[in-house]
């Protein structure tokens, strides 16, 4: 059983990706191809995050398994976002 404090953590870890993530999709749109390398590794975070999340989540209860699932659709949200960006 995953404990209270771990799934926060790793919930305030995956709030940290999402807003790296999102500063490099807002420099991307600025300046288009001439941040490729922090922009790749912001994508790597997020997925580092969504296989970290899947792997939590199974040794959840159920409502920190709906935290997991809502964190991540925004994981997921933003991956598709930053994939479909032409820069």
Partial sequence: M????SVDE???RCEDVIRYAKEQ???AQKQEHY???E???????LEEANN???H???SCNAQQRE???RMRLQLQQLQNEMILLEH
């Fill in 67 to 69: 935290q997991l699932h």
């Fill in 2 to 5: 995953a404990t209270r404090q």
């Fill in 56 to 58: 939590l989540a199974l």
């Fill in 39 to 45: 922009y790749t590794k912001a994508q790597q975070m």
């Fill in 25 to 27: 999709y807002t420099e």
């Fill in 10 to 12: 790793f919930l305030q």
């Fill in 35 to 37: 941040n490729d390398t």
């Fill in 52 to 54: 970290e999340l899947a």
